[in-house]
């Protein structure tokens, strides 16, 4: 029969013993109650924030019945006895009351402190208890089971500051699951405390004990020590073995082995002797411990200043470094948090990536463990090898993937490289070569070939892609002499929302949107916009002799120009233009590809234009490594045909489809891209999109993540210029006088921000927050939420 | 008492049936012998090759007594039901003869099997024994272990073709050691034979299960198939937590319990009764296993035609591929190995890596999982995070000891990017701000600026680096009509092995280097290259009225123009030139760098330069994704101080810093250059380079890989032109009339060594094989043999 406590009267009467003085805390399916927790600086904390001021110290085990609580009663004891007092928290317990490692471990204590005193140092609780002595998925009921949130939630809370030293006592294995039926070592992933693995000493140990050992490792935890009690037979030495084949920063320790009578918890003669027989031993493991948390906390507090003295950081003006509080130490990332160290505090603290750490992330907390198994196989399996007339699934599959999906129905073949930049590069080249061997231009040697695109752009930092923008602080002489643009750059009419209706900006005039819907095809603006750009091109031309050999845009996005969204109306007279004179079209979807706006590809789908050559980058591999694609159609690449060898493409890099990247690209698409993964992808049945897929198939669209009311809202604040939301996007342009990439208008907005949890970077005066395509409706209007806030 | 098996009679003695009509393989201290293995079709195959004509199947536990015989058992009674041959292999057995998993699969067929004809086809071997009841590693006892590479070819030769199934069952959990006391799942890794895990039924068996199946799938198994005999209880289903925790492609199968007597292996009824009521699960497993194994086969043969249908590769003429034989298909990667299939054989054979895959790959076979495991922490830990003003452990601990050891002593910052392409497009942009703020040309707008290069270098296929170097086949107007050489490109002397003799070819004339250490100074030919330097400096300023604001050089040996090693001479004329002018100095060491010609860095350390700038990749994470480090001194780096951001170095790239190559390049930094980890690394006793290093220090060179009498050797045979070794590469250039990249002499000697097993490459008249800094001198022997063999 289960059994929920619902009250201490319960508990201290199933017990038998005195709950207050122990310091009990209980979950009950009514709710969680403190006792006697005066020492928990929970209160202090923000959301989340977890506590560096004492040692946190998480038992985990390599098997069931392999000694933790012998292993955390050792420690206790140790600690006590180093003057320190201990909390020892068992999160989860089954089995309850007649099991309880709670008390177990209290009685010990009791029995072996003759010094009052370091009885009274001593507290314990069990947060969570079911009667059945089953796993914990399999012993809550349909009532009174605990989401992984709200245990993280009350372990964090039982987590001591002050002298206190905490003992955590996980259930099982690493791989056991939890309550909730998700495995332990992803549900209490987000805490990261550092982990004390009680190793298999018995016949098939050493595998169990490493294969845990991998299991937390590929999860990000700390394991500063690994205790493995010896077999009974004292023959196996399981230790040597485990040693050899840990990092040198993990101590490995033997412990003899414990000849306790099974399933007595009294801590009868053998336990007392077994205790005494391995103090020196655990004496030894405590100070490990408090030393290794100490060396932790020394590295956060002198990463600042060792940054400063070795790191250059990209787009960064040293000088106006002038304390090493202005560096953020991240200690780790948790799902879409990152964890950054707060020196002041002593804590570690989450706060939300707003920014998507430069627009790379795609994955939620859910999805990063199977993210990081898709590449630690990769590279298990593959590393890295040479590409050119070689073929490797991943790389194959991935290719597949984009030009059937993505690149749908125009590409058909894919060009890896390293990044957005190099994407960018190529697909000038391919751009070129295709307008060349069109126009019969390949043998004149004498004609300039410039760029059509837009003022605002941004494509890259190497040479090629900045050659490709307008001028700009970025791409100037003093950045870099050989900078020279070329090409035609013109400039784009904006629209966002303001004060609840879409309007355009066309230099210094206004124009109405006469549409809910920005995307609605308008060919009375198109007419105008295509007259224009033609002019403007004629000019060019004779202006410069030069022809326009390619035509490069951000599809209705631009992002590092200032998250600024195009009239996409401007974008559709550029493709029309450039089809009628026949001028290969480049979008550069780095940014605004793979979900960033809400759709696999924002060309097609918004735009309705049907590029010849798209780059990809940033989420294609979901958020770990560096890749780029450029995909082509079948026209351009077989401009690159013939005799020679001369007339290939002769470009590539060394990593060129490194499996890595391709199975985590893979992975990522994949998931982000069903509604089986995602619920945020809109299912058969909710076709609302012009894409070219046939019904029964995925439509190709994500729901609308960002709640309209608190978007019209915020259009109407007086600080607000203009919004727009867009896919995984929300980006505010501020009222400012000084616009543009060094205005600092938007600085103190994100400082606030900042100071509510949310990471967020400024650009210009252009506030954005950018989530994953994962990210729950919820958590998007709480982070609306406080942008409102802020912004009010 | 250990009991080695010497002789046949004494094994059927002990085991009382007859081996000869079992067909038993096994392994004695004095050899090995086959005693009825006319299936297997090793002869045929060449060294490390595996047959895909039949299928292979692995037997791993989750742990030990989970039931790994029993399901063996189960799949050779389904798989002989289903008319095929069943080989039983048994590779590693301890407490042998009295527990032998070969005699009782044998019992179970004969007891199980009415039929004759069945019992006819089924063969079972044990491949290695020993007497004493415990893990193999103690069991073995001096003389009679057995090495990996031993075990894996035994191992090798028992997996049969033709029509046969293969059943291989592997001893305790997949981290249980060997004979030797590595990991089995390390040990056979090479042979990445697809598995079967048996799960553990028992409370705390789905951790066991979990963490086992990601132990291996960080090594690269492919798993089709888990199954999980429930508990004596039946009451735990662990299948279902397991089945939603492991990848679509693994089907999850739950047995019933079996209550087979402890210690008792004779097919008793028990067994009989289980082995029937899973009867229809073990005929669906094996038709699951079969079905794989066609998959597998179908998706290597297809990947040919996939590939040449969507895949545009770097630096290829697809119009000369006419054949899909053309394109290579790589399984997978082991160690220094690529394993790629071969369609006619129908077989995966293992080649040599000797192009180092594009010069990035570090790590030998011992290191491979080690890297894999510190990547698969990163990702668990970090993923990625923002980087500006940002500060984690990896970077921080990567910037720092490249600064010290590669670095030292001129650099002190580390600027992150992602290739070496962006790397050496970062370190121009360092250089001219460096020189523009020396020379006080900042403000100077019309003002031309140059490299001064050298003719046959190669910086990276973006356009800034290929603006600095002089036109070629690769940046040429067909390339990118973007293309300016922006140069001053000098025509340097090279330097080769000739007749046993170092010989210097400068132009039309040659000269005698006068010392057998071709890196000996010799300042009378440095004079007279500096004069020449500067005069063709000043008739360059003087025709193009440009400056010239930076030089870049790959020290020592230029690698894709062509694996030619520059007169070590010139290169420190062009420094001195330099140091005189005030002209930064930008060090391409992408591939030069890092342990590739045998020291952290050969500017120092073989020219004694110290540069202002240098470029680092490849080799920096040790062979597995991308990243560059560009180092500058502390004086570069001032050049972009100021008041505003405008004048920092505003360059950046998305996944900058990512932790997976930090983490990488920390890992394989330290392995590469430890003696203690890397064997050909010379100890401080053996000091004998003129490095800044004190005694007792690491010297901080490696010893020499390549025997020099074979180098003498090769120096002197009629097609050679000329020979060098340095550090880890070998490179020689033939004789042929027409050089270059686009001449063809070396394909045909590439041919040839591809047939000895060596992946090779070819660059114009150069033919190199590469390997890595952990490679033994014996495997160098061997492939040097090869290639001596080859161009005799």
């Known amino acids: 029969?289960?059994?929920?406590?619902?009250?201490?009267?319960?508990?201290?009467?199933?017990?038998?013993?005195?709950?207050?003085?122990?310091?009990?805390?209980?979950?009950?399916?009514?709710?969680?109650?403190?006792?006697?927790?005066?020492?928990?600086?929970?209160?202090?904390?923000?959301?989340?924030?977890?506590?560096?001021?004492?040692?946190?110290?998480?038992?985990?085990?390599?098997?069931?019945?392999?000694?933790?609580?012998?292993?955390?009663?050792?420690?206790?004891?140790?600690?006590?006895?180093?003057?320190?007092?201990?909390?020892?928290?068992?999160?989860?317990?089954?089995?309850?009351?007649?099991?309880?490692?709670?008390?177990?471990?209290?009685?010990?204590?009791?029995?072996?402190?003759?010094?009052?005193?370091?009885?009274?140092?001593?507290?314990?609780?069990?947060?969570?208890?079911?009667?059945?002595?089953?796993?914990?998925?399999?012993?809550?009921?349909?009532?009174?089971?605990?989401?992984?949130?709200?245990?993280?939630?009350?372990?964090?809370d039982a987590l001591y500051d002050g002298e206190y030293v905490?003992?955590?006592?996980?259930?099982?294995?690493?791989?056991?699951?939890?309550?909730?039926?998700?495995?332990?070592?992803?549900?209490?992933?987000?805490?990261?405390?550092?982990?004390?693995?009680?190793?298999?000493?018995?016949?098939?140990?050493?595998?169990?004990?490493?294969?845990?050992?991998?299991?937390?490792?590929?999860?990000?935890?700390?394991?500063?020590?690994?205790?493995?009690?010896?077999?009974?037979?004292?023959?196996?030495?399981?230790?040597?073995?485990?040693?050899?084949?840990?990092?040198?920063?993990?101590?490995?320790?033997?412990?003899t082995a414990c000849m306790l009578p099974e399933g007595d918890e009294t801590p009868d003669p053998q336990l007392k002797e077994w205790l005494q027989d391995n103090k020196k031993s655990f004496?030894?493991?405590?100070?490990?411990?408090?030393?290794?948390?100490?060396?932790?906390?020394?590295?956060?507090?002198?990463?600042?200043?060792?940054?400063?003295?070795?790191?250059?950081?990209?787009?960064?003006?040293?000088?106006?470094?002038?304390?090493?509080?202005?560096?953020?130490?991240?200690?780790?990332?948790?799902?879409?948090?990152i964890i950054v160290f707060s020196p002041e505090r002593k804590t570690l603290k989450p706060l939300y990536d707003g920014c998507a750490s430069w627009w790379t992330q795609g994955m939620n907390a859910e999805h990063v463990p199977g993210l990081a198994k898709h590449v630690a196989?990769?590279?298990?399996?593959?590393?890295?090898?040479?590409?050119?007339?070689?073929?490797?699934?991943?790389?194959l599959d991935l290719a597949k993937s984009m030009v059937k999906d993505v690149g749908a129905p125009w590409a058909s073949r894919a060009f890896f490289s390293d990044n957005g930049s190099t994407a960018v590069e190529v697909g000038l080249k391919m751009a070129f070569r295709k307008y060349m061997k069109d126009h019969d231009l390949?043998?004149?040697?004498?004609?300039?070939?410039?760029?059509?695109?837009?003022?605002?752009?941004?494509?890259?930092?190497?040479?090629?892609?900045?050659?490709?923008v307008a001028p700009s602080v970025f791409n100037g002489r003093l950045q870099t002499p050989w900078f020279q643009g070329r090409g035609l750059f013109l400039e784009p009419p904006i629209v966002y929302m303001r004060q609840g209706k879409w309007v355009g900006i066309k230099g210094n005039d206004e124009f109405e949107v006469g549409s809910d819907d920005v995307f609605v095809e308008d060919q009375e603006r198109r007419a105008v916009y295509v007259k224009e750009i033609l002019a403007s091109?004629?000019?060019h031309v004779h202006e410069t002799k030069n022809i326009v050999g390619a035509c490069i845009i951000e599809p209705v996005v631009q992002g590092a120009g200032g998250m600024r969204m195009i009239d996409p109306e401007y974008h559709r007279a550029m493709a029309d233009v450039c089809t009628t004179c026949r001028i290969p079209?480049?979008?550069?979807?780095?940014?605004?590809?793979?979900?960033?706006?809400?759709?696999?590809?924002?060309?097609?789908?918004?735009?309705?234009?049907?590029?010849?050559?798209?780059?990809?980058?940033?989420?294609?591999?979901?958020?770990?490594?560096?890749?780029?694609?450029?995909?082509?159609?079948?026209?351009?690449?077989?401009?690159?045909?013939?005799?020679?060898?001369?007339?290939?493409?002769?470009?590539?890099?060394?990593?060129?489809?490194?499996?890595?990247g391709?199975?985590?690209?893979?992975?990522?698409?994949?998931?982000?891209?069903?509604?089986?993964?995602?619920?945020?992808?809109?299912?058969p049945i909710q076709h609302t999109c012009n894409c070219s897929r046939k019904p029964g198939q995925t439509c190709g669209k994500m729901v609308p993540l960002w709640d309209s009311d608190a978007i019209h809202r915020i259009s109407h604040l007086p600080r607000v210029q203009g919004i727009f939301a867009l896919g995984t996007v929300v980006s505010v342009q501020l009222k400012s006088s000084n616009s543009g990439y060094e205005s600092n208008t938007a600085v103190s907005v994100t400082e606030d921000l900042m100071q509510r949890g949310i990471y967020a970077r400024p650009l210009g005066d252009v506030v954005y927050i950018m989530v994953t395509p994962f990210t729950s409706k919820s958590r998007c209007k709480s982070l609306l939420n406080e942008l409102e806030t802020v912004l009010t």
């Open 166 to 255: 905490t003992i955590l006592e996980t259930a099982g294995g690493p791989g056991s699951p939890g309550p909730s039926g998700k495995l332990q070592c992803d549900i209490l992933r987000p805490l990261r405390t550092p982990v004390v693995l009680v190793g298999d000493g018995k016949l098939g140990g050493i595998s169990t004990t490493l294969s845990s050992y991998e299991m937390m490792k590929i999860r990000g935890y700390s394991i500063p020590l690994i205790a493995i009690l010896e077999n009974r037979e004292r023959t196996l030495e399981n230790y040597k073995i485990v040693r050899a084949n840990v990092e040198e920063d993990t101590v490995v320790v033997p412990l």
């Open 537 to 539: 091109i004629d000019r």
């Open 377 to 395: 196989e990769a590279i298990g399996r593959y590393g890295h090898v040479i590409f050119p007339r070689n073929v490797h699934r991943p790389a």
């Open 442 to 468: 390949l043998e004149k040697e004498e004609i300039g070939i410039d760029v059509l695109g837009l003022h605002g752009a941004y494509h890259g930092d190497t040479l090629g892609t900045m050659n490709a």
């Open 662 to 683: 391709c199975s985590a690209g893979l992975y990522s698409l994949r998931t982000m891209g069903s509604p089986d993964s995602n619920a945020n992808i809109c299912t």
């Open 1 to 156: 029969m289960r059994y929920a406590i619902r009250t201490l009267t319960d508990y201290s009467r199933l017990l038998g013993i005195s709950g207050e003085s122990k310091g009990f805390l209980y979950f009950s399916t009514t709710g969680f109650e403190q006792l006697h927790g005066s020492h928990s600086s929970s209160d202090a904390r923000h959301e989340g924030e977890v506590g560096l001021q004492s040692e946190h110290i998480a038992i985990w085990g390599a098997n069931t019945d392999v000694g933790k609580t012998l292993v955390s009663s050792g420690l206790v004891l140790s600690a006590l006895s180093h003057s320190r007092p201990v909390h020892y928290v068992k999160p989860v317990q089954t089995g309850f009351p007649a099991d309880s490692d709670s008390r177990l471990v209290s009685k010990v204590v009791d029995s072996m402190c003759g010094d009052d005193r370091l009885v009274q140092n001593f507290t314990s609780s069990t947060l969570c208890a079911w009667s059945d002595a089953v796993s914990p998925h399999l012993a809550v009921g349909p009532n009174d089971s605990v989401d992984d949130q709200t245990l993280v939630k009350r372990i964090r």
């Open 283 to 337: 004496d030894m493991m405590i100070q490990h411990l408090l030393d290794s948390h100490s060396e932790r906390v020394s590295s956060l507090v002198s990463a600042r200043k060792e940054a400063l003295e070795t790191i250059w950081w990209p787009f960064t003006q040293h000088d106006s470094i002038t304390d090493e509080n202005q560096v953020t130490v991240i200690d780790s990332r948790c799902g879409e948090d």
């Open 585 to 660: 079209i480049i979008v550069d979807e780095v940014f605004t590809g793979i979900w960033r706006l809400g759709v696999e590809s924002a060309t097609l789908s918004l735009l309705n234009i049907r590029p010849d050559i798209g780059c990809y980058a940033k989420l294609l591999t979901g958020g770990v490594v560096p890749m780029a694609l450029t995909l082509a159609s079948e026209e351009v690449f077989e401009a690159f045909g013939g005799d020679s060898k001369a007339e290939a493409l002769l470009h590539g890099h060394s990593y060129t489809a490194h499996p890595v």
